[in-house]
Structure formats: structure tokens, C-alpha cells
């Protein structure tokens, strides 16, 4: 457990050292990123720090009914400035993914990042680290941060921890939902967090749009039963015909795992770099992050992902391959075709 090491020191530091402090989600961040930094902004709030909460990207977000979701600022103009000395970070997994810009480099030279996550990295990166990779969500890693530190949980730091409970737990259905996920939730609740409006906000979600094009998705979907694999993807050019939302790629490839004829969904797409991302998910025994690592990137057990030079080409026998001369593109195109 990093908590009896690390909860009361990082507290400490923010309480009696920090002086300009930086707080960041991952680029693109999901519903727990978000929610983790509108969490730690109550905290600091209660023990009087000044902070400034900034995302890297733009962001569109079902969680907007947190409160003060609306002071993380996306506009780099409101980092020219400022003087920094420490970063904290909430479920980035890697930092490059939370010092995302040229912006955020400039600002983030010579200060002291705090790493707040859940994530399993095999680079322990960050000076100050609270990294729980039990926990079911970055959340969970805050709420017992503040327990240990006895900062009170009313229902405004309820409702936050909870929003990145239930989204990364799936509503709690996912193998990230573990008996202690279900304590805390029920400890929030008693303090006043907002399950029901948590969970009509996170599910509703699904545009005309979006749905469209995850038939294109399912359509596409076909199954490799060497490898006891299912295999859909999203190409570069798809966005000429169709509205793409990367909140609702995530929906449907969390949608797709709950089918009973494969053991793991890959979902790839190509990116406008020239790279094909894949991301692996699965509800059994499947070692995703395994699997992911062989491919270069790396994850959970339960979901993971990668990136690969190339492109995708599609087979005229229903099957994709992935044109690239890596050793990484030779094993994907391993798994993925039909031979
Ligand atoms: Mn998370």
C-alpha cells in the first residue's frame, strides 16, 4: 500500500512548500481524469492552496455537472506567466500524456511532479508518487489520500470521487470493480454523493451520429478463432463520411467486449501520424497488458493498448492486415488474419 508512505508526505509538501501549483489530467481526458483533478481542486480549496487547473487538450465531457469542472482551462494563454513549482498529475499512466504541449513543457521545467494514478507503468516516474494500480479508479486513489490525511469528505468531493468510480468500473461491472470498490461507493453515498445523476449523466452519452457509425464498426467486426480474437477498426478516412466522437470509440469498444464468441476485442485505428493505435479489452482471464507489451505498448489486465507504424489495409476475405516492416506489425498481422 503507497498510502502509509506517501499520503502524508505529499500533503505535507503541498500544505507547507508548494507555491505555484499546476494540476493535470491526461490529454483527452476520460470521465476519471476529470473528475480526479475536480476532486484535488475542492481539497486544495479546503486547505487553502492556489492552483491552477489546466488540460493540454480540449476536452468534451459528460461530466458537467461536477461543479467545478468548468476552472480547467484549456486556453495556453492562461499559463503565460505563471511560475509553476510543482505538477500534479491524475491518470496519465505516463507523463508524456499529461505534459502533452509545447505550453506545458515551457511552464513545467525545474518543478516537482506529484503523480496521482492508478496505472500500471513500468517507469515510476514522478518525484512525490501515489500510484495504487488496486484501485479501481484514480478517484479511489484520492480518497484515500484524503482519509489518511483526515481531510473531510462532504458531498461535493462524494460526488466527484464517485463519477470516476463508476466510469472506470463501468457502472461496476468491469474486473477493475473490486469489495473495496463497493465500500467506498457506499461510504460516498452516505456522505451525499449523487449516484443517480452520475449515472444518467455518464450513460447518456450516445449521439444519432455516433450510433451510425458504430454500425460501421459492427459491421466490420470479425472473429479470429485461432486466437479466440474479435478484431473491428476505425481507418483515417472514415472521417470523411462520418462524425467521430473518441468518447464514443471508447462506448463501443467496451460494448463489443461483452460478446461470448472471443476471449479479447482488439480495436484499431490509424492515426493521422501514421501510426495504428490498438486498444485490447476483455472480460476473462485474457492477460490484455501481456499481450500489448509484446506489441510494444502496455496496460492492464483487463484493457490495454498499443501504437505500431502503418496503415491499415483491408482484404477483400473480410480481414484486415497492417501494412509496416516492424517486428511488432509482423506479430499483429499474426493475430489478425484469416489464413
Ligand atoms: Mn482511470
Excluded at 499520503?7 to 470521465?31: S, V
Excluded at 462524494?158 to 468491469?174: R, V
Excluded at 501481456?290 to 489495409?313: E, S
Aim: hydrophobic letters at 40%; glycine letters at 6%.
Amino acid at each position: 500500500m503507497p498510502y502509509t508512505q506517501m499520503a502524508k508526505p505529499i500533503h505535507n509538501y503541498l500544505l507547507t512548500k508548494a507555491k505555484g501549483i499546476l494540476l493535470l489530467p491526461h490529454q483527452n481526458p476520460d470521465p476519471d481524469a476529470l473528475s480526479s483533478v475536480c476532486t484535488f481542486m475542492y481539497y486544495l480549496d479546503r486547505i487553502g492552496k492556489p492552483y491552477t487547473a489546466f488540460c493540454g487538450t480540449s476536452f468534451k465531457t459528460s461530466v458537467d455537472f461536477l461543479p467545478n469542472l468548468k476552472n480547467i482551462q484549456t486556453d495556453p494563454a492562461v499559463l503565460e506567466g505563471k511560475e509553476f513549482d510543482t505538477v500534479c498529475t491524475f491518470d496519465a499512466g505516463d507523463l508524456k500524456r499529461a505534459i502533452s504541449t509545447p505550453a506545458l513543457e515551457a511552464v513545467t521545467k525545474n518543478v516537482l511532479v506529484i503523480n496521482f494514478d492508478h496505472h500500471f507503468s513500468r517507469e515510476h516516474w514522478g518525484d512525490m508518487r501515489l500510484v495504487d494500480t488496486d484501485a479501481s479508479s484514480t478517484t479511489m486513489v484520492l480518497y484515500n489520500y484524503l482519509k489518511y490525511n483526515h481531510i473531510t469528505i462532504d458531498h461535493h468531493l462524494s460526488t466527484c470521487i464517485l463519477t470516476g468510480l463508476i466510469s472506470d468500473t463501468e457502472n461496476f461491472t468491469n474486473a477493475a470493480t473490486r469489495a473495496s470498490t463497493l465500500q467506498v461507493a457506499s461510504d460516498l453515498m452516505r456522505r451525499g454523493g449523487n449516484i443517480n445523476l452520475i449515472k444518467e449523466e455518464l450513460l447518456k452519452d450516445k449521439t444519432i451520429a455516433g450510433l451510425k457509425f458504430w454500425s460501421v464498426i459492427f459491421e466490420r467486426l470479425y472473429h479470429n478463432p485461432k486466437h479466440k480474437l474479435a478484431v473491428t477498426y476505425v481507418k483515417k478516412s472514415d472521417a470523411e463520411h462520418y462524425t467521430i466522437d473518441e468518447d464514443e470509440l471508447a462506448g463501443v469498444s467496451n460494448f463489443i467486449k461483452m460478446m461470448k464468441d472471443a476471449d479479447v476485442v482488439l480495436f484499431l485505428k490509424e492515426t493521422h501520424d501514421g501510426k495504428v493505435k490498438g486498444s485490447l479489452r476483455t472480460t476473462g482471464d485474457f492477460d490484455c497488458a501481456g499481450l500489448a507489451m509484446q506489441l510494444g505498448g502496455g496496460g492492464h489486465r483487463k484493457a490495454a493498448g498499443f501504437a505500431v507504424d502503418g496503415l491499415i489495409r483491408e482484404h477483400k476475405d473480410g480481414y484486415i492486415m497492417i501494412e509496416g516492416d516492424s517486428e511488432e506489425v509482423k506479430k499483429l498481422n499474426e493475430l489478425i488474419q484469416l489464413v
